[in-house]
């Protein structure tokens, strides 16, 4: 009886082994760790607008390929020395992406900050399970604070609210 209660209890844990484990993203530390990467990155505010029920719905079963990529409008600002003040208008590809069966998501009409590679137009915004490209509903502190980086002052992480 005890081998049965021990053999279940490792088939749980193994179980749980399999489930995706993610830091809290942070988009000060997104900043930093895209600032000291040798490609180059636009950070924007503003909204992306799609078709929603382009998302894939919850956990994919299928993982033998990536959603395919969602046709995307933003409007908004790219981030420059004096903050968000260059317009930015533009269609741009939303590509979710998954870790196993988790999958990253976005919302259409959400005001966020979004971390894109540089590339020419359409940029594609990467949604991955983790979080860290797309910072919805950021605060007041996070776009100023985003604002001193690029302006090579202070760069703090936010504290977690």
């Known amino acids: ?3 049965l209660l021990l053999a279940a209890a490792l088939a749980m ?5 399999n489930a995706l484990s993610c ?9 930093q760790r895209l600032a000291a990467a ?3 990155y636009f950070v924007l505010y503003g909204q992306l607008t799609f078709d929603e029920a382009e998302l ?5 079963t299928n993982q033998t390929r990536a959603p395919d990529p969602i046709a ?35 919302r259409s009409g959400v005001d966020a900050v979004y971390f894109v590679a540089a590339s020419d137009p359409p940029v594609t915004m990467q949604a991955g399970p983790c979080g860290g490209m797309i910072f919805e ?9 985003l604002t001193s980086c690029m302006q090579g002052g202070a760069c703090s992480p936010q504290p977690l609210q």
């Open 1 to 3: 009886m005890k081998q």
């Open 13 to 17: 844990i193994a179980a749980q082994g």
């Open 23 to 31: 830091l809290r993203p942070d988009p000060i530390e997104t900043f």
């Open 38 to 40: 040798p490609e180059s």
């Open 56 to 60: 894939p719905a919850g956990v994919l």
């Open 72 to 106: 995307a409008r933003f409007a908004g600002n790219g981030l420059s020395r004096d903050g968000f003040t260059i317009d930015y208008h533009s269609d741009v590809t939303l590509q979710i992406e998954c870790g196993g069966p988790w999958c990253g998501s976005a």
């Open 137 to 145: 509903e950021p605060s007041a502190a996070v776009i100023e604070m």
